[in-house]
């Protein structure tokens, strides 16, 4: 089998959980090739993204590691034997890989969930808000690669719609509703854009207003995605050379913990609301 040039995120994934379970069975790499009859290197491969693995090859694996979470198991299988080519890989080469990366791990989503600060999340941007957003990157891009932004952005939204959409929740901050990105037309626009979403009963949108007593977590912007299992979600966070993806268990609580601090301190649905309505009114 030919060696693949460049793992995306979830391929990624799948050979760091394989590394973890080797290595929290005290196996070395070598003693894991002899269990399956390959060269220590194809293990190195397997477990960099480098080189698939098959069901039974899998199953074996995680057999002589000792792991007896069948979901768990089940779960890597149907990473490792997926074969989705979602309508991202049109922009492979011509985007970014993290572009293609998120958008990979939004459609396998069990459910999102979001806190920003500066910014209305993603999926939730009109097409002339997310243009204002690109458009002020620095260095300045040029206005082809604006549009393909864009363009991946507004395609982003397809997780929200159809017959079974996926799960979001999503906490703003004021400042992210009142910064007028763009001019005042957009800013409205993309005000009245967030009302609208927050009405489906899979979308609920949480706003947390400048006057909140005892609120110290504006530097924690976030974008959890559930995996089908939990040991599978992951956390992505903004990072100087695009999006980290952050899957250790570890870090996975913590930042459950922190999204739960931050919804509870948040208006409620209702009045979150309200509050976008009385804001919308202002422009």
């Known amino acids: 089998m030919a060696l693949r040039r460049d793992a995306t995120a979830r391929q990624t994934r799948l050979a760091a959980e394989l590394r973890r379970l080797r290595e929290t069975a005290g196996l070395a790499s070598r003693e894991a090739a002899t269990l399956l009859g390959v060269g220590p290197a194809q293990i190195s491969q397997i477990e960099a993204g ?4 098959s069901e039974k090859r899998l199953r074996r694996l995680a057999a002589q590691y000792v792991c007896t979470d069948e979901e768990f198991v089940d ?3 149907a990473m490792a034997t997926d074969r989705t080519h979602g309508w991202w890989e049109q922009y492979r080469g011509l985007l970014p890989t ?5 958008a990979e791990l939004e459609h396998h989503a069990t459910f999102l969930r979001e806190v920003q600060f500066l910014h209305i999340p ?3 941007q009109t097409e002339d808000y997310a243009r204002a957003v690109f458009s002020y990157r620095v260095p300045e891009l040029p206005a082809d690669e604006v549009e393909l932004r864009v ?5 982003r939204k397809v997780i929200l719609k159809g017959l079974t959409p996926t799960r979001y929740d999503g906490v703003v901050h004021e400042a992210a509703l009142r910064i007028m990105v763009g001019n005042r037309a957009t800013s ?3 005000l009245t854009h967030l009302l609208e979403l927050s009405e489906a009963d899979h979308i609920t949108v949480r706003i947390i207003p400048f006057d909140l007593e005892g609120f110290g977590g504006a530097t924690s912007a976030m974008a959890y995605a559930g995996g089908s299992v939990p040991k599978l979600d992951t956390v992505v966070r903004d990072a100087p050379q695009g999006a980290a993806f952050i899957d250790s268990e570890a870090q996975l609580n913590a930042y459950r913990t922190l999204f739960r601090k931050v919804e509870d301190v948040s208006l409620g649905a209702d009045r979150s609301r309200d509050f976008i309505h009385r804001l919308t009114k202002e422009l």
């Open 188 to 190: 409205r626009a993309q």
């Open 151 to 155: 363009q991946h952005r507004m395609q």
């Open 98 to 102: 993290p572009f293609l990366d998120l």
């Open 50 to 53: 480098l080189a698939g693995v």
């Open 75 to 77: 779960a890597l299988v």
């Open 122 to 124: 993603g999926p939730l």
